[in-house]
């Protein structure tokens, strides 16, 4: 079974960092390029980050460039979020999610499966 | 703001059918990119439910259905059952902000 199964959430003081963990199993790992989406309370989805299957090439939401920082280690089929100068506005549920193009990437790319997701508060 | 625009809110009653409307631009899904809907009970992680504007995953009802046209995408749910009420997001790729992008959430609610 494919799954996605985030941890290393928890409360930051503003300013504070904190690194999320995602573990994935039951599919290739390293072949799929990975992506961090967010959701504030109560508030929809956002797109925050993603990485290539490699691991060379990394993306980032505007806001969050420079702060956070996407890794990925294949040996251990673990992603990772390295987040730091962390802002109110960043307190949410992350979710990992494994994207997925079919036959044709040109037309774009969907999200499958996503993790239960982890929450980061942030707050002094 | 979010770059696709969805209705806040649905109803409808045990049966009925419902759909929710998902609109983008030349830059989305104008651009030819597909739309893709998740569905989101109270509490748990987005589950797939349309990709490639019309295909269901293996184990999704075929109550569920999606369309495209234009810079417009649909999500028509038939048969509404109590359990459907959840939040639903359509998600594209814009090629202006090169990134993925989601509508901001239709709450559904079965009357």
């Known amino acids: 079974e494919v799954q996605l199964a985030e941890s290393g959430g928890g409360l930051v003081q503003p300013g504070g960092s904190l690194r999320l963990s995602c573990a994935a199993s039951g599919f290739s790992f390293s072949t799929y390029v990975m992506h961090w989406v967010r959701q504030a309370p109560g508030k929809g989805l956002e797109w925050v980050s993603a990485?290539?299957?490699?691991?060379?090439?990394?993306y980032y939401t505007d806001s969050v460039r420079g702060r956070f920082s996407i890794s990925r280690d294949n040996s251990k089929n673990t992603l990772y979020l390295q987040m730091g100068s962390l802002r109110t506005e960043d307190m949410a549920v992350y979710y990992c999610?494994?994207?997925?193009?079919?036959?044709?990437?040109?037309?774009?790319?969907?999200?499958?499966?996503w993790g239960q997701g982890t929450l980061v508060t942030v707050s002094s | 703001q979010s770059v696709l625009t969805q209705p806040p809110s649905v109803s409808g009653a045990p049966g009925q059918r419902v759909t929710i409307s998902c609109t983008g631009s030349s830059s989305n899904i104008g651009a030819t990119y597909d739309v893709h809907w998740y569905q989101q009970l109270p509490g748990t992680a987005p589950k797939l439910l349309i990709y490639g504007n019309i295909h269901r995953p293996s184990g999704v009802p075929d109550r569920f259905s999606g369309s495209k046209s234009g810079t417009s995408a649909s999500l028509a749910i038939t048969g509404l059952q109590a359990e459907d009420e959840a939040d639903y997001y359509c998600q594209s790729y814009d090629s202006s902000l090169s990134v993925a992008v989601f509508g901001g959430g239709t709450k559904l609610t079965v009357l």
């Open positions: 990485i290539s299957g490699p691991g060379r090439d990394t």
């Open positions: 999610a494994r994207a997925f193009c079919g036959s044709d990437c040109s037309r774009g790319y969907w999200f499958d499966p």
